[in-house]
């Protein structure tokens, strides 16, 4: 991958679910060095600060979707940051809760469109994130967007999907919590899955490579999201949606590595850190390596860390 411009975009988003704590995401990251580890990387770094969601009318507290006025103003602002962005440089989502993507991949998407290019979605999450506003039965909005920017129903209220991502251009790594009606829903789609087992039984590089050829075959653009929660709870708490058994912190590292490799990548979330549930910020710290390991930053060039 060569020099980039990293555009980091805050999108403290906090009205995914009702667990607060994700607005203080983007300035964990910053405060864990997320700014120096790609400057020292020798890219360039442009940060736009917080963003704002677009205006939107106050939701009502016991409406059965969470704070869904808020979250399609939050969707409206990323999308049009998103697409403005990428014509400057690969721009970085530090979220925030995953209900951002609703906004990241179709703005991300909406300018793939523009050059004639498909948009590739790899997704690194316990969960699916497959359900509608419908089929939600905790009514949080951070379960649906990847059912929202492959275009799918029920999503009254959110900007039209122009440009949906095809299911075959989405990969899913690291699944392990996905609902009945989320699986139901996606054993008709062509969406690559690999939950923990797969990965357990045949390992994280060759499905990865597999995708990473599809993307480059298609002369793909490359959206990774990165969830917290993709890893163990035992190496990242600071995430409200823990899941026991996730992936390994060299497992994670080998896929930022094989996605440095590979050069693809044009856009990157890291989303679900809420710092009020991190130790020491070691979290943050750890979502900071992946980061820099998906640009380009090796094994041997980390330096030991105290935290005493």
């Known amino acids: 991958m060569d020099k980039q411009n990293c555009i980091l975009i805050g999108a403290p988003v906090d009205s995914g679910k009702r667990r607060n704590g994700c ?22 770094v442009e940060d736009l600060g917080n963003q704002a969601p677009c205006s939107f ?6 409406a059965k979707l969470h704070a869904l006025n808020e979250t399609i103003g939050w969707t409206k602002s990323l999308a049009e940051i998103a697409e403005t962005a990428m014509a400057r ?17 179709t703005g991300v998407a909406n300018y793939a469109a523009s050059q004639g290019r498909p948009q590739f979605v790899l997704w690194l999450d316990a969960h699916s994130d497959f359900h509608t506003p419908v089929t939600t039965d905790s009514g949080n909005l951070h379960g649906t967007p990847v059912n ?21 251009q989405i990969c899913m790594m690291g699944l392990r919590s996905v609902d009945m009606a989320e699986r139901t829903a996606m054993q008709h789609t062509e969406i690559q899955r690999y ?25 793909g653009m490359l959206h990774v999201s ?12 600071a ?9 390994t912190v060299r497992e994670a590292h080998l896929v930022g590595e094989i996605l440095h490799d590979s050069g693809l990548v044009t856009s990157m979330d890291l989303v679900e850190l809420n710092p009020f549930l991190d130790e020491r910020g070691r979290t943050a710290h750890l979502m900071v390596d992946l980061c820099a390991s998906t640009l380009g930053r090796r094994v041997f060039d980390r330096v030991t860390r105290s935290f005493s």
């Open 226 to 237: 990165w969830d917290v929660d993709f890893l163990d709870p035992a190496a990242a708490p």
């Open 195 to 219: 939950d923990m087992r797969d990965i357990d039984e045949n390992g994280i590089s060759a499905p990865l490579n597999r995708f990473l050829e599809a993307v480059n075959a298609a002369n």
């Open 23 to 44: 607005l203080m995401g983007p300035d964990a990251y910053r405060t864990a060095g997320l700014i120096d580890a790609l400057a020292d990387l020798g890219h360039h």
């Open 239 to 247: 995430v409200g949606t823990t899941v026991p058994g996730g992936a």
């Open 89 to 105: 440089g690969l721009p970085i989502f530090l979220g925030g809760d995953h209900a951002l993507a609703m906004g990241s991949v």
């Open 148 to 168: 929202y920017f492959t275009g799918g129903a029920d999503f009254e209220g959110f900007p039209t999907v122009q440009n949906p991502v095809p299911y075959h």
């Open 57 to 62: 009318v106050p939701d009502q507290p016991d």
